[in-house]
């Protein structure tokens, strides 16, 4: 059943929470596992929004006030809700922390923001920000889901038990102008800091409206929530847009259980970024090459066939006779045992934040597992394009949703404007003017096509700015400059587009490499030290030591030494002897292979 609640009705995403609460109070809001009671708990909006309320309660008692920031570092749960709409409620600015974030990163940004509260899980996550104590001694209180051993910190500490009052209160809304900010949101720059990115409630509250007109969401929906809150397109899409919809959220335990809570939980729809397919399309690759010639042969038959039926039904050319016959019996014996390990009930999966390979939706989709890709960026609140269930074409983005323009600028570059393109960066007014012109462009820095239909497609990016499968966005620039102080190595280039991690095509100097032989007990000198895996070892724990201070993002996994050098002559320099990253990854393209091989 359809219940969207009309996001034009409301100022606030707490209003929203607030509304959605009196409309289904007892319906199921959230499901979560308690290891305690070793059982998922169901939750219904109106509990929910009485829990919040004693959470503002404690955030009164700490004296903070509208506009404060609060930060919030946990994985996906319930409490991440409550928090954040206590928070809101309040008029307060919730800014998310990745959970894997380094130390550094995490003390400058707290600093950055002005953070006056963080809230974190337990011991584990405190044992990690004791080199921090100092700027954690200047907040008002860290608050933990669980108790830790604090002994002499200076720092204020406290459960969460401890700290809200057991007091019933009520959930309180306060009015906000449309500019009202909501939160911050940090996002990786191309030099130096993140930025933060600022969203109001009205950038987000239109998302979700938009996000509701191009896609049927309804109240019998249950959303399976994997990715971390912190990512924006997880947090607008797969949290308040099923709070506008009135659907229910399970929050999987970990990606390791991810399997396990699929076929428990039985989900209906899921936000994903490409990793989470490309690892189980790469579980289904080995497996199946395990399996005998006439096995692997039916696999086949029954994607290809299941893809004509589904190409048919979205209007394209007819399926065949010979799929038409074959697709119900090969269902049956393949896809619906593929479908079983999704839970059985997906209707379909929203895949966003990277480019996901077409081969590999077409597999999914022809075992009845539709994938419909989408575009956006944190600046952008995120969504501004997506496929629909009825018109999709994996190679695209899909069409440009209601309420948004997008144009193609000069050197192709997608240009948006809306009411969802973010207030401006917080505290550098400079990178706002670079991404936000006179006219309330957005500048992407992705390059793009439309179709004759009004698909779009995303051709290529302007800056060098690697999007991994994950959704992590990572300039490679400062990265290699820090690589490159190392003596032993004169060219460096990361690589990482659309792939599970980073990696790093390295080109030594020999000569330096060559005096790396008798210290590492090697006899071999020249160019077979390129192969050597002790000499590559080395080079990998020289490249993770300049990179110690980077923030989290910057972790190159492997590398692979290359003998030629790079020069404007062959091709693999620009003039000013900029790195030529195509030619480059065209030319060891099987180097490049080998260091993802697996996975």
């Known amino acids: 059943m359809k219940n969207n609640i009309d996001t034009g009705s409301v100022n606030s995403l707490a209003g929203l929470f607030s509304k959605r609460a009196a409309i289904s109070a007892h319906e199921t809001a959230f499901v979560q596992y308690d290891a305690v009671a070793e059982q998922w708990i169901d939750y219904s909006w109106s509990q929910t929004m009485a829990d919040a309320a004693r959470w503002q309660h404690a955030m009164q008692q700490n004296g903070l006030q509208r506009g404060d920031r609060v930060a919030v570092m946990l994985r996906n749960c319930r409490e991440w809700v409550l928090f954040d709409q206590a928070a809101l409620g309040l008029g307060l600015v919730t800014v998310p922390i990745y959970t894997n974030d380094r130390a550094g990163n995490i003390a400058w ?6 953070v006056r509260l963080l809230l974190i899980e337990g011991d584990e996550q405190w044992q990690e920000l ?46 906000m102008p449309d500019a009202a900010l909501a939160t911050i949101i940090y996002t990786s720059g191309t030099t130096g800091h993140p930025k933060g990115v600022m969203l109001s409630h009205r950038n987000i509250l239109f998302n979700v409206k938009s996000g509701l007109e191009s896609i049927e969401i309804n109240t019998t929906d249950r959303f399976l929530s994997f990715l971390p809150l912190s990512h924006a397109f997880e947090r607008s899409i797969g949290y308040y847009l099923p709070i506008a919809a009135g659907s229910s959220i399970v929050y999987a335990r970990s990606i390791p259980h991810l399997a396990e809570d699929l076929e428990q939980q039985k989900p209906t729809l899921m936000i994903a970024v490409p990793r989470i397919f490309e690892r ?46 074959l697709h119900p019996l090969l269902d049956r014996v393949v ?95 400079q990178a706002t003017t670079e991404v936000i012109d006179r006219d309330g462009w957005l500048h992407t820095g992705d390059k793009g096509r439309f179709d004759d239909q009004g698909h779009l497609y995303i051709t290529g990016r302007l800056k060098d700015i690697l999007v991994l499968s994950n959704g992590e966005k990572v300039p490679p620039g400062d990265i290699e400059l820090a690589i490159a102080t190392q003596a032993v190595i004169n060219e460096v280039l990361i690589i990482g587009d659309a792939r599970p991690y980073l990696a790093a095509l390295i080109v030594p100097d020999i000569d330096e490499l060559n005096k790396l032989a008798t210290p590492l007990g090697i006899t071999v000198t020249g160019a077979a030290l390129l192969q050597d895996p002790i000499v590559i070892k080395h080079l990998l724990k020289l490249v993770k030591k300049n990179l110690a201070e980077f923030p989290g993002y910057a972790n190159v996994q492997r590398i692979a030494l290359i003998a030629d050098a790079w020069s404007v002559k062959n091709g693999m320099l620009t003039p000013t002897l900029k790195l030529k990253r195509s030619v480059i990854c065209e030319q060891h393209k099987d180097e490049i292979d080998a260091l993802y091989a697996g996975h």
């Open 109 to 114: 940004l707290l600093k950055d923001a002005g």
């Open 130 to 175: 004791n080199s921090i104590e100092e700027v954690l001694a200047q907040l008002d209180a860290v608050i933990t889901l669980q108790s830790v051993a604090t002994e002499s910190s200076p720092v204020r500490v406290m459960p969460v038990d401890e700290w809200l009052s057991d007091k019933a209160a009520e959930f309180q809304v306060e009015e």
């Open 280 to 325: 189980i399309y790469s579980k289904l690759s080995a497996k199946l090459a395990q399996e005998s010639v006439i096995k692997q042969k039916l696999f086949q038959l029954a994607v290809d066939s299941g893809w004509a039926m589904y190409q048919q039904q979205q209007g394209g050319q007819h399926a065949g006779v010979k799929a038409q016959l």
């Open 335 to 429: 896809g619906a045992k593929v479908r079983r390990r999704f839970g059985g009930r997906l209707r379909f999966a929203v895949c966003g934040g990277a480019a996901l390979s077409p081969q590999i939706s077409r597999l999914f989709i022809g075992l009845g597992i539709p994938i419909i890709q989408g575009y956006g960026l944190t600046e952008h609140s995120p969504t501004l394009s997506v496929n629909r269930v009825e018109d999709n074409i994996p190679a695209s983005i899909g069409r440009v949703m209601p309420g948004m323009e997008v144009v193609i600028g000069e050197e192709d570059e997608i240009l948006a404007r809306s009411p969802c393109v973010m207030l401006g960066y917080w505290n550098n007014e």
